[in-house]
């Protein structure tokens, strides 16, 4: 309709809440994967791959509220069906599908999605990477479990975050039994726990107001809770619990806290413990845990304006912010927490927790009513670990496992005036290169200046320039150069080689240079 | 309803047209995925990711009849959205964003949606992936295009599948300008070319019968494109062409036939001029082709039930069957095949191309006006070159890059009448060999018997057990047995070793048996 639309110009943008990955962003995305993968499969995890949309069904009813953020499809005379919530829900369907599965190790890597208004300045997405690892089946009691965090524990030192993430752990037994020993009636037990997970970015008191004003809980209740779940620590933690005769009067409470006794002494062998925190404000959202309950935080999350990705919960930790979005985890339950406090777009605020998990005894039991699956898993969250990676690389830290994407050699041609820029002879010197699995590329268009071919080859991160030239060829002769020597070192201006030694020149060059 | 409904069983089902990958089937996904990834990577593609669905204005126009194969998101008071149909219009989308880019060379491995009528049985799936690579940007003529050719041959030379494909070449040019030579009105180009592209699977009478009686072509016309569109050769089909006077006289073909030869004599040194057919009667279905086309056909693809990708066009040569579905390439248009001809169910039916693509110089324009991106690529159905491979490995034939997803040793627990099953002297030894880099695992129930371990062990492909008992734990050994060894074989019950030297035994052993 505008005057100014003559063009006929198309929309060129991402949907909301969107991103492409490309350039350096994708190569920490792929290297950071890698790692993470080859943590999994050490573990002896098999990876699962399920269709990116499910039944709208199957997904009905597993997520509380949030069931608002799933993506439908539209009806167009099919089935109904939405996009995927996370990978926990269409394991437990793959699981149901396969009866004779007795015990599993499945890890997945994909995409989820969630129909939530986006901050890309928090990292909240709409479409964001998860990396997930579940146990399925019966286990010596607890020893799953542990095997559990050891992974993550694997997982950050294989990402180099040693001495950098805490885990904190709790168990819903051990807190649905103190609040029962707290005297909070029964069917407010769900909505007391979600108010306590708030205590990572509320002061007690506000908590306690949320309690006793919005929730209508006695004041002597809510102050019994105080007790408890300000409270965390180790191993003396767990002891203390012990030693409390009103908590272990309850059925609940005693066999969490003697679990946690176990999975301690198991943590212990797995070189984990003193990576965790027992920390009994820890209640996370989801209504399908049935156990050991867990999430990760960092320090130095810094805040930043990259997509990077926010959680839905944080850490009490300084200086990790304590306000975040929804992505990568399983979110907690939202509907207490203010529009303003969960949606502000300060960008002060940083990442949160950057994996989460626990134990989810019944859910394949919604699927199919016979069957006895206990399940336990971790899920990460991707974009947030490259976002604090990131940001760490920006101040100057180095990452083993992360290597710039480089083109190994360059090859151009000087003069050309015969036929077409010496492209036939670029072919063979090309095929030579790549067939010796040289990473070898040259710039196509014609008759190029040789400082343009150099500028690609500089943007190329290449290390090497082959140089071809029609006096050179006719003597079956080829330069080889390495860039960036220093003035007056005498291969500066490239070697001269036979077309036959030019693969095996490279390869020494090659092997120096990345010594 | 139904009164044997009480059990509240839920749905538990894929959507129909797709698939979960697991077991043998995902470890071949990944084997051929990485070894395509390797020689991306080998001729400088960069990965993009981009997300799974786009605007549908950005989809909308670019598919022809097929978009009605396209999967809306459902509005819900937000953008109008709609899953990915290829990753070529993606890939167009953001190189219009980034106007900067002049040229660049990406690769994306993801899956892609169509709502077509599945057919498993051909493995015509609504969910399948797909692994593209494109160039962008102007080269020296035909430069990109040979090397985009080359890139085919080298993906399948990688893949083992020597001397088994053919890559059918031919060019739109050429094309357009045989049909003006022969006559055919302009209006009618288009429907006509996509009559002479069913000639892979129609006698030239049929297809004859259908550019005469339904798209009213005189027939003399049709006796003249004859003459043409059966032939099919190398370079001695090329110099008829040349000497062809009437051809030579119209631009367009004169211009394709010009480039034809350049191509070749690039194909010679790229080593690939052997690998191709130059094929008059192939022409593909997009309308975005302007130049060069290719398809690659291999022999040998059985018929088979197994969810194989099937293709929207098949090769001329036997023993590979004639007919498929639409699966993981740019479709041919569909006006004028018949319902019963595309989609019988006939499980004679094999799959056919396994990659397809071409040039393609102005969709970047369709989305920026003043974009001057011409682009060449190419993409590889996986599916049906998994499902190829799948019944090759049927067939008894190796593979060199596939190898079985095992463990390396399975820790196992022989008494244990103390604290649960020695589970916390296992993790110890899952902790060593871990560490090492060696992919171990345990039965991680209570107390299981010797035997059931065993079982465990083999299923999970371990060829070592490392068994603990409490004796041999008392004295700080810990017996390493090689699994599968002969009756009679000294070493048949196990090896006692001490348990600091327990990683260099299993590495010892490793070594030899994969040797």
């Not at 726990?193 to 209740?221: C, F, I, T, Y």
């Not at 069957?371 to 990460?380: D, E, R, T, Y």
């Not at 969250?381 to 480089?406: H, L, P, W």
Request: aromatic share 8%; charged share 35%; net charge neutral.
């Amino acid at each position: 309709m505008a005057k100014d639309k003559k063009k006929s110009k198309e929309v060129v943008k991402n949907p909301k809440g969107t991103r492409d990955w490309s350039g350096e962003d994708i190569d920490l995305l792929k290297a950071i994967r890698r790692q993470i993968e080859k943590v999994f499969e050490n573990y002896r995890g098999l990876e699962l791959d399920t269709p990116v949309f499910e039944l709208q069904e199957v997904l009905k009813g597993k997520y509380g509220e949030d069931s608002k953020l799933i993506y439908d499809l539209q009806d167009q005379g099919g089935e109904l069906l939405s996009l995927r919530y996370d990978m926990t829900v269409p394991f437990a369907r793959w699981l149901a599908m396969n009866p004779d599965i007795e015990t599993w190790r499945r890890y997945a890597i994909g995409k989820v999605y969630r129909r939530d208004q986006p901050a890309i300045s928090k990292g909240r997405m709409r479409e964001f990477w998860q990396c997930d690892i579940d146990f399925a089946g019966e286990s010596a009691p607890m020893f799953n479990d542990s095997e559990m965090i050891s992974i993550i524990v694997k997982v950050f030192e294989t990402l180099e975050w040693s001495g950098r993430y805490t885990i904190k752990i709790n168990d819903r037994r051990i807190l649905d039994g103190l609040f029962e020993v707290c005297g909070v009636p029964a069917e407010k037990i769900r909505t007391i726990s979600s108010a306590v997970d708030k205590l990572d970015k509320l002061p007690w008191l506000e908590v306690k107001k949320e309690m006793v004003e919005q929730k209508g809980l006695e004041e002597s209740v809510a102050d019994r809770i105080q007790t408890y779940v300000t409270r965390k620590g180790g191993k003396e933690l767990l002891e203390e619990l012990q030693k409390d005769e009103a908590l272990m009067s309850n059925p609940k409470a005693k066999k969490g806290i003697e679990e946690m006794d176990l999975l301690m002494r198991y943590l212990r062998r797995w070189k984990a413990l003193d990576k965790i925190s027992f920390d009994l404000s820890l209640a996370r959202g989801l209504d399908y845990y049935t156990g050991i309950i867990y999430e990760v935080v960092t320090e130095g999350s810094a805040p930043t304006r990259t997509p990077a990705p926010a959680t839905d919960s944080a850490p009490p930790m300084p200086p990790v912010a304590t306000n975040g979005g929804s992505n990568g985890l399983p979110r907690r339950e939202k509907k207490q927490v203010s529009e303003d406090d969960d949606r502000s777009e300060d960008p002060s605020v940083g990442v949160g927790s950057v994996a989460a998990g626990g134990r989810y005894d019944h859910l394949v039991e919604r699927f199919r009513p016979d069957a006895n699956i206990p399940c336990v898993g971790v899920s990460f969250g991707i974009d947030r670990i490259i976002a604090i990676t990131k940001a760490r690389i920006a101040k100057g830290e180095k990452f083993s496992y992360i290597a710039r994407n480089r083109t190994d050699a360059y090859v151009m041609a000087f003069g050309g005036s015969g036929f077409g820029g010496m492209f036939e002879e670029r072919i063979d010197v090309l095929v030579a290169l790549r067939d010796a699995g040289i990473r070898a590329e040259t710039f196509w268009k014609q008759k190029a200046k040789l400082q343009k071919q150099f500028k690609e080859a500089d943007r190329a991160g290449a290390p090497i320039a082959v140089i071809l030239g029609e006096d050179e060829q006719a003597r079956g002769e080829v330069k080889v150069k390495q860039m960036g020597l220093a003035e007056g070192d005498p291969e500066k201006e490239g070697v001269l080689v036979k077309v036959e030694d030019l693969v095996a020149r490279v390869r020494g060059l090659l092997a120096k240079i990345d010594e």
